[in-house]
């Protein structure tokens, strides 16, 4: 079993900056892809970022040019830097790693979320 613990998340102004972590325990054969996910009250969970295991990344048109979605292949950890932060950013931001399987499947874990705040 896989477990994600994200940290980072807190109460900011607009404008602000906030850095997201998501680390990973647990026995990992191979990443296929890294995804952060966001879930506003009363809207569906929304990817925001993604990062493939060969670094490229792709993010939502909302997010472009202010957040950038990194990891650390050494520790399988993911990190989501978010700057000038909008009221509209204000969600619960989800990890989720699509990883690969010794016997040639997939499975997806996610972590418990964390609440990120923006304030105007």
């Known amino acids: 079993q896989v477990q994600l613990v994200e940290s980072g998340g807190g109460l900011v102004q607009a404008g602000g900056s906030l850095r997201l972590s998501c680390a990973a325990s647990g026995s990992i054969f191979s990443i296929n892809a890294m995804n952060w996910y966001r879930q506003a009250p009363g809207k569906q969970r929304e990817l925001v970022a993604a990062i493939t295991s060969g670094g490229n990344t792709n993010y939502a048109d909302s997010v472009k040019g202010r957040f950038t979605i990194s990891r650390d292949n050494a520790n399988n950890t993911m990190y989501l830097q978010m700057n000038s932060l909008k009221p509209e950013d204000t969600a619960v931001y989800y990890c989720?790693?699509?990883?690969?399987?010794?016997?040639?499947?997939?499975?997806?874990?996610w972590g418990q979320g964390t609440q990120v705040t923006v304030s105007s």
């Open positions: 989720n790693y699509d990883l690969g399987t010794w016997y040639g499947s997939k499975v997806s874990y």
